[in-house]
T-cell receptor, first 116, second 116 residues
């Protein structure tokens, strides 16, 4: 299947700093990328949808100034958690859709963010 | 209202036995897709099986089959001959919308434990 790579897998940062997470589709062009947040033992919560070259569409309740999403190319989307605080600690996982017949989502490995 | 409902927070199954994980969905779109993903403790999301709303036959992928009952809006996952490595969290998901505007909604998940 198609491959999506997410980096970094783990990140620990101090409160008040910003953290950037990258999501790359390695062998297909991802027209749409999705960013999810997952709390322990809970489901995936969609944060935003981004299409290449346009602004991301954020879900209700997600602060767009807090979680900056950039989808600069068909193979790269980034999520920047700005001025991170301990409550932002979570598992963030990206996924990409390449317009395949099934519309299948391909997921990155996820990034576990811990804000001290 | 929940669009994807997984009523079993946790399930146990004996190794080599079959197990069914329940999923019901709610949509008014005539065209939609249903997916099952497996999430082991490492966190990555692994695609298992897909069923399109117009597919006449139930989807099968190796030991996985999807029991699609459209009138009842259910899409249960059947795992045959369970293996210890099947122990994981399982998410049912639905894709709504049209190509380019897809939205993916996940259920709350079922944690499966395979017993030796």
């Amino acid at each position: 299947g198609a491959v999506v790579s997410q980096h970094p897998s783990w990140v620990i940062c101090k409160s008040g700093t910003s953290v950037k997470i990258e999501c790359r589709s390695l062998d297909f062009q991802a027209t749409t990328m999705f960013w999810y947040r997952q709390f322990p033992k809970q489901s995936l919560m969609l944060m935003a949808t981004s299409n290449e070259g346009s602004k991301a569409t954020y879900e209700q309740g997600v602060e767009k100034d807090k979680f900056l999403i950039n989808h600069a190319s068909l193979t790269l989307s980034t999520l920047t958690v700005t001025s991170a605080h301990p409550e932002d600690s979570s598992f963030y996982i990206c996924s990409a859709s390449g317009g395949f017949n099934t519309g299948e989502l391909f997921f990155g490995e996820g990034s576990r963010l811990t804000v001290l | 209202a929940q669009k994807i409902t997984q009523t079993q927070p946790g399930m146990f199954v004996q190794e080599k036995e079959a197990v069914t994980l329940d999923c019901t969905y709610d949509t008014s779109d005539p065209s939609y897709g249903l997916f099952w993903y497996k999430q082991p403790s490492s966190g990555e999301m692994i695609f298992l099986i897909y069923q399109g709303s117009y597919d006449q036959q139930n989807a099968t992928e190796g030991r996985y089959s999807l029991n699609f009952q459209k009138a009842r809006k259910s899409a249960n996952l059947v795992i045959s001959a369970s293996q210890l490595g099947d122990s994981a969290m399982y998410f049912c998901a639905m894709r709504e919308g049209f190509s380019g505007t897809y939205k993916y909604i996940f259920g709350t998940g079922t944690r499966l434990k395979v017993l030796a």
